[in-house]
């Protein structure tokens, strides 16, 4: 499939708004279908390899749960045109409240590196477009790369260029059930490259833990599959796949972060049970990592006995646009 396959077209319209005067509108969902919304409560068994036609990306409406929002109208990722999005300059900040440090646990989750749990619901963000008076609390971080020897390595792709990873840091709206409802998550996606963008020091102290959790020791994920497709991978050298990591998150999106902006637009989580229930906003800045930090997350074990990462990646297919708009809040390259 095409890039212009999977892009509808909207007119670019340039709308400049006064920071004092009026918000950023809402990201809103396609208006050919429902939104599916259904709480994501457990994490189920599937496969990032391609080939595979039971539970392969292909074939999630076969892992339980999903098939219901598989089918759904407003699913991620996407490609974005920057030619076909509606621009709009708001200079709102988006960005956490001080809080700190905050801890969670680091693991090999069988599927890619993520931070979640201690009291990372602390860090409390806001500015989100629509919602910039509501705060939406840090649930967990993880990485997205793509196949070995594979061009694209985010999920989300710009103008035809995808970078080499792509961090997501998953939030819950204030008092509401999360995937349950209705924007009841706001995802930031930055990208990751080797080549562009400046260090940043709270994404390198998380991912040069990395080489730290290769190994995956978690619980059997495997409910209502056949056990042969995604049996349980123990490596037996007594390393749990958890380590205590500390963050600071006003760090990892600093203004010097977002200073170039980000795209935003309503879709779902790009892993089963695909509920659709996502604000996201894409920074448009990428933030660099070292070859040696990439190539760690590419060597973790996954579920599958003798499979890492690398072989098959973690990147859902790119996914129909069907009228949904994409928002670029860009007030030029440099923020002005």
């Known amino acids: 499939m095409g890039m212009m396959d999977i892009a509808c077209v909207v007119f670019a319209v340039s709308v400049a708004v006064p ?85 969670g646990l680091l693991e090999n989750d069988g599927y890619y590196p993520k931070l979640a749990g201690g009291d990372l619901s602390k860090a409390k963000l806001n500015g989100v477009p629509g919602y910039e008076n509501v705060n939406f ?89 056949p056990e042969s497709e995604c049996p349980h991978h123990a490596s037996g050298n007594g390393n749990c796949g958890g380590l205590s990591h500390t963050l600071r998150p006003e760090i990892l999106l600093s203004s010097h972060v977002t200073r170039r902006g980000y795209y935003y637009y309503y879709g779902s989580l790009t892993t089963p049970t695909l509920p659709e229930s996502v604000l996201w906003q894409l920074i448009k800045q990428p933030i660099r990592i070292s070859r040696a930090q990439l190539t760690a997350i590419q060597n973790m074990h996954t579920h599958f006995p003798g499979v890492l990462i690398k072989e098959h990646g973690n990147l859902r297919p790119l996914q129909k646009l069907n009228g949904r708009t994409v928002y670029a809040n860009i007030c030029g390259e440099n923020g002005d």
Request: with cysteine; aromatic share 8%.
């Open 137 to 225: 609390e840090l649930n967990s971080i993880h990485v997205h790369i793509g196949k070995e020897g594979q061009r694209r390595g985010s999920e989300h792709v710009i103008n035809e260029r995808a970078y080499d990873a792509e961090m997501h840091m998953v939030h819950v709206r204030e008092g509401s059930s999360g995937s349950g409802e209705k924007a009841g998550l706001a995802v930031i996606g930055i990208f990751l490259s080797t080549r562009e963008g400046q260090h940043n020091s709270e994404v390198d102290a998380m991912l040069n833990k990395v080489q730290a959790i290769q190994q995956y020791e978690g619980d059997p994920l495997c409910i209502g599959e």
């Open 19 to 103: 920071g004092a005067l009026a918000a950023l509108p809402r990201a809103k969902p396609s208006n050919k279908g429902e939104v599916c919304i259904q709480k994501q409560e457990e994490e189920f068994c599937f496969s990032y390899d391609r080939q595979n036609k039971q539970i392969g990306p292909f074939y999630w409406f076969n892992v339980r749960d999903t098939r219901k929002c598989f089918f759904g109208v407003n699913q991620s990722p996407i490609y974005i045109d920057p030619e076909e999005v509606k621009n709009v300059c708001y200079k709102s900040r988006l960005g956490y409240r001080p809080v700190g440090q905050v801890s």
